[in-house]
């Protein structure tokens, strides 16, 4: 007889400390008004399919945002049934139209009908709104509720919660006259969004930053600008370079590219250090918040050469982590190479046994 009530307890415990787990944190709730162009509500068969569909979607929407415990809060894209509504016409004239009683509206289409629809995505500013474009030259219908498509407006979510693209910080190696290296990003949703369900440190710091606010990505970043910046040399046994010449090549937003002009030429002091004002290598900018989002960095002593980058998306932790500084080392190679017997274990171990 003791068994029942045991067993019952032992089945509420788990879901007790669930419940508190999840209370813990906040509730953010937004608001989403969707509209859907008519011909794809014909391709995907009525009204109640676009519903099921949607319904699914904002599951997945959801999920991206509550699987990760970095994330602060408890976050809710909910849809109002009640304002979904299908329009005739051109997406491009629904993109912009006021929602004064909902936070976000998206805009969907799997059909490229008139000549000006196209370039989806996130409208920030007064806009706010997500332009879910599927539609592609052909006229063809492309659901904009497979997979792809669902990566895609969780991405575009990201955006709405404050997160610039990672992609737009990247390098093409065959756009780097420098010394050749692409720079491919690092993993996030905010970067290649497609089969990617990762958040960055710097995309899971910039949300938690946004918290519940309806935010400007720009003027993000631009608060988020380092102190300083602060660049040390070192030989190979990890001692100080004094005297080494430090450049700074830029890449511009969504440029894939290295400037081959430098924007900053500085020099390593005493203790093999650079030091350099944020402010004047992250300079603001109208658009995207700071000129510019990356740098490949050259340091140079003799006939020596090292190379890093400063991208946002690294650069920018440091200053939410509370430090003044970034800072990146860059570590000048031997000139000879290294020989391989230096590396033959079985040398050492016979020392060893010695
Ligand atoms: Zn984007």
Same mark, same amino acid.
């Not at 787990?21 to 608001?31: G, I």
């Not at 676009?50 to 894209?77: C, G, P, S, T, W």
């Not at 196209?118 to 474009?133: E, F, K, L, M, P």
């Given at each position: 007889?003791?068994?029942? &009530?045991?067993?019952?307890?032992?089945?509420?415990? &788990?879901?007790?400390?669930?419940?508190?787990?999840?209370?813990?944190?906040?509730?953010?709730?937004?608001?989403?008004?969707?509209?859907i162009d008519s011909q794809s509500v014909d391709s995907l068969?009525?009204?109640?399919?676009?519903? =099921? @569909?949607?319904?699914?979607?904002?599951?997945?929407?959801?999920?991206?945002?509550?699987?990760?415990?970095?994330?602060?809060?408890?976050?809710?894209?909910?849809?109002?049934?009640?304002?979904?509504?299908v329009y005739e016409g051109?997406s =491009?004239?629904?993109?912009?139209?006021?929602?004064?009683?909902?936070? *976000?509206?998206?805009?969907m289409d799997g059909v490229r009908s008139h000549?000006?629809e196209?370039?989806?995505?996130?409208?920030?500013?007064?806009?706010? /709104?997500?332009?879910?474009?599927r539609g592609?030259?052909?006229q063809r219908f492309n659901?904009p509720?497979?997979?792809?498509?669902?990566?895609?407006?969780?991405?575009?979510?990201?955006?709405?919660?404050?997160?610039?693209?990672?992609?737009?910080?990247?390098?093409?190696?065959? #756009?780097? &006259?420098?010394?050749?290296?692409?720079?491919?990003?690092?993993?996030?949703?905010?970067?290649?969004?497609?089969?990617?369900?990762?958040?960055?440190?710097?995309?899971?710091?910039?949300?938690?930053?946004?918290?519940?606010?309806?935010?400007?990505?720009?003027?993000?970043?631009?608060?988020?600008?380092?102190?300083?910046?602060?660049?040390?040399?070192?030989?190979?046994?990890?001692? #100080?370079?004094?005297?080494?010449?430090?450049?700074? *090549?830029?890449?511009?937003?969504?440029?894939? /590219?290295?400037?081959?002009? &430098?924007?900053?030429?500085?020099? /390593?002091?005493?203790?093999?250090?650079?030091?350099?004002?944020? =402010?004047?290598?992250?300079?603001?900018?109208?658009?995207?918040?700071? !000129?510019?989002? @990356?740098?490949?960095?050259?340091?140079?002593?003799?006939? =020596?050469?090292?190379?890093?980058?400063?991208?946002?998306?690294?650069?920018?932790?440091?200053?939410?982590?509370?430090? !003044?500084?970034?800072?990146?080392?860059?570590?000048?190679?031997?000139?000879?190479?290294? /020989?391989?017997?230096?590396?033959?274990?079985?040398?050492?171990?016979?020392?060893?046994?010695?």
């Open positions: 007889m003791m068994k029942k &009530p045991l067993l019952k307890f032992l089945t509420a415990l &788990p879901v007790l400390l669930f419940f508190t787990s999840v209370q813990a944190q906040p509730v953010y709730r937004f608001t989403v008004k969707v509209g068969g009525g009204l109640d399919n676009v519903k =099921r @569909n949607l319904k699914q979607m904002f599951h997945e929407i959801n999920k991206a945002f509550n699987y990760d415990r970095r994330f602060q809060a408890y976050y809710n894209f909910d849809v109002d049934w009640d304002a979904l509504y051109s =491009r004239d629904e993109v912009g139209k006021p929602h004064p009683d909902h936070d *976000y509206l998206v805009v000549p000006d196209g370039g989806g995505g996130w409208n920030g500013s007064y806009i706010q /709104t997500i332009y879910h474009d592609t030259e052909s659901n509720f497979d997979r792809m498509a669902t990566d895609g407006i969780i991405h575009e979510f990201g955006h709405s919660r404050g997160m610039p693209d990672i992609y737009a910080m990247t390098v093409d190696a065959d #756009k780097n &006259p420098i010394n050749g290296l692409g720079n491919p990003g690092i993993r996030c949703m905010m970067n290649y969004c497609y089969g990617e369900t990762h958040w960055s440190d710097y995309a899971v710091n910039m949300i938690n930053l946004s918290a519940d606010k309806r935010v400007e990505i720009d003027s993000l970043v631009n608060s988020m600008c380092p102190e300083l910046i602060r660049i040390a040399v070192k030989d190979s046994s990890y001692g #100080k370079v004094k005297g080494a010449d430090i450049r700074l *090549y830029p890449v511009g937003w969504y440029s894939y /590219t290295v400037n081959e002009t &430098p924007e900053i030429v500085s020099a /390593t002091n005493s203790k093999g250090v650079c030091t350099l004002d944020g =402010r004047k290598v992250f300079p603001k900018s109208r658009s995207c918040g700071l !000129k510019y989002p @990356n740098y490949l960095v050259e340091a140079e002593y003799g006939n =020596r050469k090292a190379y890093g980058w400063l991208p946002l998306y690294e650069v920018q932790n440091a200053k939410f982590e509370g430090k !003044k500084a970034y800072e990146l080392v860059l570590i000048l190679k031997d000139e000879k190479p290294s /020989t391989p017997k230096d590396f033959d274990v079985t040398k050492n171990f016979k020392r060893l046994k010695n």
